[in-house]
Every structure is written in C-alpha cells, then in structure tokens.
C-alpha cells in the first residue's frame, strides 16, 4: 500500500472535512480547518492529505499559535487536528502525516510544534510534556497530554508562557 503525503489542494476541502468528521465522529475539528482555512496566517504547506491510489485518507494540519509571558511573545506550530478515515487507522498513516508534517514545519522555519494530544502516541516522534519548558495551556488538560518538540535544538529553552489560542480551537472544543 503505497501512501502519498502532499499538500492540500482547493479541491480536496470537502473531502478534507469529510475525514476529520468520520474520524472524530463529530463535526467540529472539520469546521476548525475550514475556519482556520480562511484566516491570513494559514499556510497551505503546512495543510496536509494522505492518499492512496488518488483517494485522501488522511490529514493533518499545523497552525501558528502564541505563547506569551509578561515580557515576550513566540510563535510556534499546534499540530490540530490529524485525523485519517476510520477503514485506513492503525496502518501507519497517522505516522507518515506526523513525520512529513514536522518536516513541513520545519522547512518552513518554525522551532517548535505543540499538541494536545494522545501521550501513548505523539512521544514517538519526539514529543515531550511541555511543561518541560514552562509552557502551560489555557484549558483543563493533564500533563502527559500536552505536548511540545523542539524542531530546532534548545529552541524551547527561551520560552515559556502560556498558549493563546485562536478563537477557532474554542469554537471546536
């Protein structure tokens, strides 16, 4: 089964939320790429589909996002959400999405990537608790769901604050 990762074209948005809907089994994380889709800060090359023999499987997608503290204010990437369609799951595309993606984010200059996310899963790409570097999260959230990984070396040595999501995250919860 040979799995091609590329960028998210215009006519794949349907099919984009189609598969975060069968995969969440709800409608908010497909209305979250949508929303997000048409904000100024969206970038395309970090939007990215699955596909097998032409048909999308899977996506994934990384959004910039603040972390502020009373002197400074960074960006990095949330990875929100990765979704792949339900027939596909547990074959090694969520991975193949994760890896391409962090090399997507990485290309295109960012330092570090947060999730809030399965602590079973994303730690074996490199995933650490972000609490690590100080960094917090707005919301009720465990420690070993939410996650941060360094795309350059030491990049999260100088931050540490709180995430300021876009109003778009809320909307989805």
């Known amino acids: 089964m040979e799995v091609k990762i590329r960028n998210e074209e ?11 809907e069968l995969a969440f089994g709800q409608i908010n994380e497909g209305r979250l790429v949508d929303d997000l889709r048409k904000k100024s800060d969206f970038n395309h090359l970090l939007s990215l589909v699955a596909e097998i023999k032409e048909r999308i499987v ?34 090694g595309i969520g991975s193949k999405l994760v890896k391409r993606g962090l090399e997507a984010a990485k290309e295109t200059g960012y330092d570090a990537v947060i999730v809030v996310g399965h602590p079973n899963y994303y730690p074996r790409f490199g995933f650490s608790p ?6 917090k999260v707005p919301i009720e959230c465990p420690d070993d769901v939410f996650l941060a990984i360094e795309l350059k070396k030491n990049s999260l040595n100088k931050l540490s604050g709180l995430v300021e999501f876009p109003k778009e995250y809320y909307d989805a919860m």
Do not use: C, T
């Not at 215009?10 to 975060?20: L, Q, T």
């Not at 990384?62 to 547990?90: G, R, T, W």
């Open 130 to 135: 972000a609490s690590k570097w100080n960094i």
């Open 58 to 91: 899977g996506h994934i997608l990384f959004y910039p996002i603040k972390i502020k503290n009373e002197k400074e204010e960074f960006i990095v990437l949330s990875l929100a959400p990765m979704a792949v369609h339900p027939d596909f799951q547990n074959k």
């Open 10 to 20: 215009k006519e794949d948005y349907k099919k984009i939320r189609n598969i975060n």
